[in-house]
């Protein structure tokens, strides 16, 4: 399955510029734990950075600096690392876990944002199809048991066939 199937497509975004004051505000307008930072180019937001509450709280708020002066560019201790939306889950997972990352946002074709994809996103959809395996291994159970009454496993007709 494409990643680009299942990342959110709403991302939050900020600039460069932004103060880590509207970034914090920005994230509690919209209930997220992070913003995309973003350059534009030909019309096109090219993810640049990404900017989490951790990073506001360690990097700012205890180290007592004035978010009013701090820029979410500031913040950029390395590459964003990003993923194309034509990507796989396991190819996702594989460059989340080689980069450490927990979220990444999602590009497409022309490396222009596409939306955002996050460790919770994946676990929600792996769990989602591991319960539909355990249902099937207890469809698949159901359905011997029925077609087999009181025979359980072929053990009954053997014993019948060999007593003849």
């Known amino acids: 399955m494409p990643i680009g199937e299942i990342c959110t ?7 460069r510029s932004t103060n880590v004051l509207e970034a914090a505000q920005l994230m509690r307008r919209y209930h997220v734990g992070d913003l995309v930072i973003v350059e534009e180019s030909e019309g096109k937001r090219i993810p640049v950075g990404l900017i989490t509450d ?11 600096l004035d978010p009013t002066t701090i ?10 690392v ?3 939306e034509d990507q796989g889950v396991f190819e996702t997972i594989e460059r989340m876990r080689a980069h450490g990352v927990r979220r990444m946002p999602v590009v497409d074709q022309d ?9 919770d996103d ?11 395996l355990s249902k099937l291994i207890s469809k698949e159970q159901t359905l011997e048991i029925e077609k087999k009454p009181g025979n359980f496993l072929g053990v009954a ?7 003849r």
Not at 111 to 119: D, E, K, R, S
Not at 157 to 163: N, P, V, W
Request: proline share 0%; net charge negative; charged share 20%.
């Open 9 to 15: 497509r709403e991302v939050i975004i900020c600039n």
């Open 54 to 64: 951790r990073d506001i709280v360690i990097s700012v708020i205890a180290m007592q």
């Open 71 to 80: 820029t979410a560019g500031d913040l950029i201790s390395r590459d964003v």
């Open 82 to 84: 990003v993923i194309s």
């Open 111 to 119: 490396g222009a944002l596409a939306g955002i994809i996050a460790v």
């Open 122 to 132: 994946l676990t929600e959809l792996l769990a989602e199809e591991l319960t539909q």
């Open 157 to 163: 007709s053997l014993g019948k066939s060999a007593g």
